[in-house]
């Protein structure tokens, strides 16, 4: 007959080689799973004589509980050995620096939109905000822009897929002029606001980018002189370049909006760029169409407005050379402006 003890050490010894829970279960299954060697044993015990039966099948269920007993004291040391690896895996070294945290910064051009909205400010001129999905009518018709003007051509100005009452293809507005006349119509004059914002053209190049910004300025009340516009454009532009070695001229342009109209060169009289003229803004004296589009009375509200990219004045501001850095989100050129 097996002797039991024997049959106990191995299975002792299958148990302690078990590295795996699931290792451990098979090695349980071996001893006391349906077909294991006690449950063999259990049901051999039929054959005994009776006499027999009783003495063996106590030792058996002794055996058996060694196993068992053996089996959960197994189980146990895996389980916290198993704990034990967790929290080693998962500890934290209080003691090692920490990761620091590079804070964020104001791209450039922000940083300009900001300034403009700090300067603008200080001499009472609001700033407002307005849709970048406009309508023909504020983008061209209601700047007084022929039906035929190029603008509104597919070469110059995004649409989206969408149309207003009339069945006119949304345009993305590729200037900021349709604040003039959002903002008149739903305020009284005396009128004072810039609005400053994103704007959209079919334009991709070292100067150009589909998306740029632009600030628009809007001025009207009952006396409001193109000798205005000078003085409030020059002013503004040596307070944005914190400079007074600049000259301003105002060169005689076209827009449909404005009459007369201009475009505002500017030029450093000192420092590296010293001594060249360059493009800023266009401005003019607001059309009396225009004026009329406001809801307003052209005898008696005159004034002046200005559209000026933001991109260029950030690029003047910085000797920045090409327009495509401020949109490629390079860290090492952004870093250098905070
Ligand atoms: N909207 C013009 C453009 O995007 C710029 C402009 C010119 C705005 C003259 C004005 C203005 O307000 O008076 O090219």
């Not at 969408?162 to 008149?184: F, I, W």
């Not at 109209?261 to 000192?270: A, P, Q």
């Not at 803004?281 to 559209?307: M, W």
Request: aromatic share 10%.
């Amino acid at each position: 007959m097996q002797d039991l003890s024997e049959l106990i050490e191995s299975a002792r010894k299958d148990f302690a080689a078990a590295e795996q829970p699931a290792a451990l279960e098979d090695a349980k299954a071996r001893y006391i799973g349906k077909t294991g060697q006690i449950t063999v044993l259990m049901k051999a015990l039929g054959q005994l004589a009776p006499e027999e039966r009783r003495s063996r099948g106590q030792e058996i269920n002794r055996a058996k509980a060694a196993i068992e007993a053996a089996l959960n004291a197994r189980r146990e040391a895996l389980a916290e050995e198993e704990l034990r690896k967790k929290l080693e895996s998962e500890a934290i070294d209080v003691t090692l620096p920490g990761r620091g945290r590079t804070p964020g910064g104001i791209h450039p051009v922000m940083r300009t939109w900001m300034r403009i909205e700090e300067i603008f400010r200080s001499i009472g001129f609001d700033v407002a905000d307005g849709p970048e999905i406009e309508s023909d009518w504020f983008s061209f018709t209601a700047l007084n822009n022929p039906p035929n003007h190029p603008a509104r051509s597919m070469q110059d100005t995004f649409y989206v897929d969408r149309t207003d009452a009339e069945g006119r293809q949304l345009p993305l507005r590729p200037h900021t002029s349709p604040m003039q006349v959002r903002y008149a119509r739903t305020h009284e004059a005396p009128i004072k606001v810039i609005a400053p914002g994103r704007t959209y053209r079919v334009d991709s190049d070292a100067t150009h980018s589909p998306m740029f910004h632009q600030v628009e300025g809007l001025w009207i009340d009952e006396n409001v002189s193109f000798t205005d516009l000078k003085g409030v454009y020059s002013n503004f532009l040596r307070c944005f370049f914190e400079t007074n070695d600049l000259v301003v001229r105002f060169r005689p342009s076209y827009f449909p909006f404005t009459e007369p109209s201009v475009e505002v060169d500017m030029m450093f009289t000192s420092g590296p760029r010293k001594g060249k003229w360059l493009e800023i803004s266009g401005a003019g004296e607001v059309h009396p169409n225009v004026v009329r589009n406001y809801g307003l009375d052209p005898e008696k509200h005159i004034g002046f407005a200005f559209g000026s990219g933001l991109e260029r004045l950030t690029m003047l501001r910085y000797g920045i050379d090409d327009l495509r850095l401020f949109f490629e989100g390079d860290l090492r050129f952004l870093r250098q402006f905070n």
